[in-house]
């Protein structure tokens, strides 16, 4: 223990002495900037060059202040795809990438190329695409009693330390995210490593303190370049096996406190930073945050996971990071992002975003992958956030899609987890084990060679001047009612790769395929039809798809509440407090995530209502859902239709939790166009429900 100690010392005294590298004040603090926009790490004259590397003294590795092994571009530049600038962007945003799957990678068989398909390491790849932080994950013990690892990169410090020395000797710094688990740590289960099983919460901080002080020791002794250290991974609901805050907060601080001593001790600024995800839940992580502050948990940042397709808008991460840094203090970044680039599936263990995640303002192609990157890091910016860290972009297919690639994930631990994971996480891992999900999502395409969108870091700052080109095209779907003449729409919604040229453009239907459709029967027909594109470079016209489907028309507008425009719906109350709202939670809701709820202390009376004025003259039926409980048996509820004096309606009951009733107004006559729909409902304070998903169809 003593010559530990005197060994210790020395190291100290040694790096103490020495210039700090990386690190810096700052999490993403860099070197100055080259001025000459020609320079580059291969063809930069002698004036330019990058600075020699600094040693850290102690294991003869060399490790490298950002962006001086490859410089970022100081003018815009030619490019296949089109990157709109951000140019106000600082110069030390984090443009970082989870690398914790390409060691296992590798070992499966995989290999990385550059553009130019030459082999290459994909580290140095990376780096001149602008990368210029590793996250890497580290689990405690992802291996069985037999030596057998769990999967998902098997990342136990070992391969921590390997993957950081190579980030290292490509001049990226390093973010060591301990997961405190032996395999994956996320808000559905925060297990607690097998070695601390049993131990009280005052044991588990010691122990919790313990390894990290000598994993971080292991790491800077390698040469690795930890700058920054995750005490934990998405940890909204506990960490290493508790839930309770209280606990939690201990934990947090154990390894808040090791990071801290391993800072101060090698002479060298290491950040600390807590991870949670569902940022689309402003106030819920605003709860978090006050916890931790009333628990006075130590730490420097509050980093994020942000998928665009599961974590609400742009504008809403924002405010959640402006939040952060305005309200509580704390520095911030995007832990996690990542954008589709294909719906394929390349390695045949399926994907975990598919052609029903995609969202509005981006398709499954590398332009819009891209552009998906580049609007997760304005929006970072702009919230004064540190970075973006992209999750995952080299985990990429090992071996064919036809082909059974398990007994290579099952080896070499390439796949998101295998077979001998069953023993420590039964519930899912020893369910669903197999390949990888997030093939489709990586920046390196199945045959390891770089997407274009890799580059999109490096192309930040200044953009790219790239050919107009359509993107993607915002296929329509139009309901038509049965027994009635399609209406094809004009134009459609043309994206392109520049999205300031976004328009809508004419359209030409293919008429013999609009003939052909049945309108007698209910069905969905496909449509082609092409685009008449003044903007695209080439000469031959984009073909767009429409789905037709034939079925009764729903009149309702925003029939399920939906949209955020609930204009069209009228609510009137009786007494001074309207006792209901448009509530989002999918678990009250019918279908989607939006319902019409209800609840009060007090009595309540009220109705919504909807009017129409141009209705075609016929027949209609009226139909919603209700779910409901603690309302007396005496209580007046009822959907209802009005045409002029008459009043047709359907009384309903409350039968509790998701016991969905569908009450029915049949042979509703509209002459004069007119027609007003609602529902009633007079009942007892405290009573509950919500009423979801009206249709009104035309049936004769």
Same mark, same amino acid.
């Given at each position: 223990?003593?010559?530990?100690?005197?060994?210790?010392?020395?190291?100290?005294?040694?790096?103490?002495?020495?210039?700090?590298?990386?690190?810096?004040?700052?999490?993403?603090?860099?070197?100055?900037?080259?001025?000459?926009?020609?320079?580059?790490?291969?063809?930069?004259?002698?004036?330019?060059?990058?600075?020699?590397?600094?040693?850290?003294?102690?294991?003869?590795?060399?490790?490298?202040?950002?962006?001086?092994?490859?410089?970022?571009?100081?003018?815009?530049?030619?490019?296949?795809?089109?990157?709109?600038?951000?140019?106000?962007?600082?110069?030390?945003?984090?443009?970082?990438?989870?690398?914790?799957?390409?060691?296992?990678?590798?070992?499966?068989?995989?290999? &990385?190329?550059?553009?130019?398909?030459?082999?290459?390491?994909?580290?140095?790849?990376?780096?001149?695409?602008?990368?210029?932080?590793?996250?890497?994950?580290?689990?405690?013990?992802?291996?069985?009693?037999?030596?057998?690892?769990?999967?998902?990169?098997?990342?136990?410090?070992?391969?921590?330390?390997?993957?950081?020395?190579?980030?290292?000797?490509?001049?990226?710094?390093?973010?060591?995210?301990?997961?405190?688990?032996?395999?994956?740590?996320?808000?559905?289960?925060?297990?607690?490593?097998?070695?601390?099983?049993?131990?009280?919460?005052?044991?588990?901080?010691?122990?919790?303190?313990?390894?990290?002080?000598?994993?971080?020791?292991?790491?800077?002794?390698?040469?690795?370049?930890?700058?920054?250290?995750?005490?934990?991974?998405?940890?909204?609901?506990?960490?290493?096996?508790?839930?309770?805050?209280?606990?939690?907060?201990?934990?947090?601080?154990?390894? $808040?406190?090791?990071?801290?001593?391993?800072?101060?001790?090698?002479?060298?600024?290491?950040?600390?930073?807590?991870?949670?995800?569902?940022?689309?839940?402003?106030?819920?992580?605003?709860?978090?945050?006050?916890?931790?502050? $009333?628990?006075?948990?130590?730490?420097?940042?509050?980093?994020?996971?942000?998928?665009?397709?599961?974590?609400?808008?742009?504008?809403?991460? +924002?405010?959640?990071?402006?939040?952060?840094?305005?309200?509580?203090?704390?520095?911030?970044?995007?832990?996690?992002?990542?954008?589709?680039?294909?719906?394929?599936?390349?390695?045949?263990?399926?994907?975990?975003? $598919?052609?029903?995640?995609?969202?509005?303002?981006?398709?499954?192609?590398?332009?819009?992958?891209?552009?998906?990157?580049?609007?997760?890091?304005?929006?970072?910016?702009?919230?004064?956030?540190?970075?973006?860290?992209?999750?995952?972009?080299?985990?990429?297919?090992?071996?064919?899609?036809?082909?059974?690639?398990?007994?290579?994930?099952?080896?070499?631990?390439?796949?998101?987890?295998?077979?001998?994971?069953?023993?420590?996480?039964?519930?899912?891992?020893?369910?669903?084990?197999?390949?990888?999900?997030?093939?489709?999502?990586?920046?390196?395409?199945?045959?390891?060679?770089?997407?274009?969108?890799?580059?999109?870091?490096?192309?930040?700052?200044?953009?790219?001047?790239?050919?107009?080109?359509?993107?993607?095209?915002?296929?329509?779907?139009?309901?038509?009612?049965?027994?009635?003449?399609?209406?094809?729409?004009?134009?459609?919604?043309?994206?392109?790769?520049?999205?300031?040229?976004?328009?809508?453009?004419?359209?030409?239907?293919?008429?013999?395929?609009?003939?052909?459709?049945?309108?007698?029967?209910?069905?969905?027909?496909?449509?082609?039809?092409?685009?008449?594109?003044?903007?695209?470079?080439?000469?031959?016209?984009?073909?767009?798809?429409?789905?037709?489907?034939?079925?009764?028309?729903? &009149?309702?507008?925003?029939?399920?509440?939906?949209?955020?425009?609930?204009?069209?719906?009228?609510?009137?109350?009786?007494?001074?407090?309207?006792?209901?709202?448009?509530?989002?939670?999918?678990?009250?809701?019918?279908?989607? +995530?939006?319902?019409?709820?209800?609840?009060?202390?007090?009595?309540?009376?009220?109705?919504?209502?909807?009017?129409?004025?141009?209705?075609?003259?016929?027949?209609?039926?009226?139909?919603?859902?209700?779910?409901?409980?603690?309302?007396?048996?005496?209580?007046?509820?009822?959907?209802?239709?009005?045409?002029?004096?008459?009043?047709?309606?359907?009384?309903?009951?409350?039968?509790?939790?998701?016991?969905?009733?569908?009450?029915?107004?049949?042979?509703?006559?509209?002459?004069?166009?007119?027609?007003?729909?609602?529902?009633?409902?007079?009942?007892?304070?405290?009573?509950?429900?919500?009423?979801?998903?009206?249709?009104?169809?035309?049936?004769?």
């Amino acid at each position: 223990m003593k010559k530990k100690k005197l060994t210790m010392l020395l190291l100290t005294m040694t790096l103490s002495a020495l210039p700090l590298t990386g690190c810096g004040s700052g999490a993403g603090q860099t070197a100055s900037q080259p001025s000459s926009a020609a320079a580059s790490a291969e063809t930069a004259p002698s004036e330019t060059a990058a600075e020699p590397p600094v040693t850290d003294g102690t294991s003869g590795n060399a490790r490298t202040a950002l962006n001086t092994l490859y410089p970022l571009p100081t003018a815009t530049e030619d490019a296949g795809i089109y990157v709109e600038p951000i140019p106000d962007l600082a110069d030390d945003f984090i443009r970082g990438m989870d690398v914790s799957s390409i060691l296992v990678e590798e070992k499966s068989g995989v290999k &990385y190329y550059d553009a130019d398909g030459t082999e290459q390491d994909v580290f140095t790849t990376m780096a001149k695409a602008g990368v210029n932080y590793a996250r890497i994950r580290v689990w405690n013990d992802p291996f069985d009693g037999n030596g057998n690892g769990y999967g998902g990169g098997n990342n136990d410090l070992a391969t921590a330390i390997e993957l950081g020395k190579r980030a290292t000797e490509n001049g990226m710094k390093v973010c060591i995210d301990f997961h405190y688990s032996d395999f994956w740590a996320d808000p559905a289960k925060q297990m607690c490593p097998k070695a601390w099983v049993g131990m009280s919460v005052d044991e588990k901080s010691d122990a919790l303190y313990e390894y990290t002080k000598d994993s971080l020791t292991q790491l800077l002794d390698s040469g690795v370049d930890v700058c920054m250290v995750q005490v934990g991974n998405e940890t909204n609901n506990g960490m290493a096996g508790e839930t309770q805050i209280p606990n939690v907060a201990k934990l947090m601080s154990a390894g $808040s406190k090791a990071v801290r001593e391993i800072s101060e001790s090698y002479g060298r600024e290491i950040k600390v930073a807590l991870h949670y995800t569902n940022a689309e839940d402003h106030d819920k992580i605003d709860s978090i945050l006050y916890k931790l502050s $009333s628990f006075q948990v130590d730490y420097d940042i509050f980093a994020l996971s942000y998928y665009p397709y599961w974590h609400g808008t742009f504008e809403n991460i +924002e405010n959640v990071m402006k939040n952060i840094r305005d309200k509580y203090g704390k520095e911030t970044l995007i832990a996690e992002t990542a954008y589709c680039y294909t719906t394929e599936d390349t390695d045949g263990s399926g994907n975990s975003v $598919s052609e029903g995640d995609l969202i509005d303002a981006y398709g499954a192609t590398v332009q819009s992958q891209s552009t998906a990157l580049r609007d997760v890091c304005a929006t970072a910016s702009g919230a004064g956030a540190l970075g973006v860290f992209y999750w995952e972009g080299a985990w990429i297919t090992v071996g064919d899609a036809d082909a059974d690639n398990s007994p290579i994930w099952e080896k070499y631990g390439s796949g998101w987890a295998s077979s001998y994971a069953s023993g420590y996480d039964p519930d899912d891992a020893g369910k669903y084990y197999g390949g990888c999900s997030w093939d489709n999502q990586a920046l390196f395409g199945a045959d390891g060679r770089p997407l274009e969108s890799l580059n999109t870091y490096k192309w930040l700052k200044y953009g790219t001047n790239a050919e107009p080109a359509i993107d993607m095209v915002n296929a329509p779907t139009v309901t038509c009612n049965i027994d009635s003449d399609v209406e094809m729409p004009e134009t459609v919604d043309v994206v392109y790769n520049n999205r300031a040229l976004n328009a809508p453009m004419p359209v030409e239907w293919y008429e013999e395929m609009v003939r052909n459709i049945d309108t007698s029967r209910p069905g969905t027909h496909v449509i082609t039809g092409r685009i008449l594109d003044e903007n695209a470079a080439s000469d031959n016209p984009t073909e767009v798809l429409c789905t037709v489907n034939v079925e009764r028309r729903n &009149y309702v507008s925003n029939p399920g509440f939906e949209d955020a425009d609930t204009s069209m719906w009228t609510v009137t109350f009786e007494g001074d407090k309207n006792p209901t709202d448009f509530q989002q939670k999918a678990g009250d809701a019918h279908i989607g +995530e939006y319902s019409f709820h209800f609840w009060s202390e007090s009595d309540m009376d009220f109705a919504i209502e909807q009017e129409f004025t141009d209705l075609e003259p016929g027949t209609y039926e009226l139909k919603a859902y209700f779910q409901g409980g603690d309302i007396d048996a005496g209580a007046e509820m009822a959907l209802y239709a009005k045409t002029g004096d008459a009043v047709s309606s359907d009384p309903f009951t409350a039968q509790g939790y998701a016991n969905w009733q569908e009450p029915a107004v049949s042979s509703i006559t509209v002459t004069d166009g007119t027609l007003t729909i609602g529902a009633h409902i007079k009942c007892n304070a405290k009573g509950w429900g919500t009423i979801d998903d009206f249709t009104l169809n035309k049936i004769d």
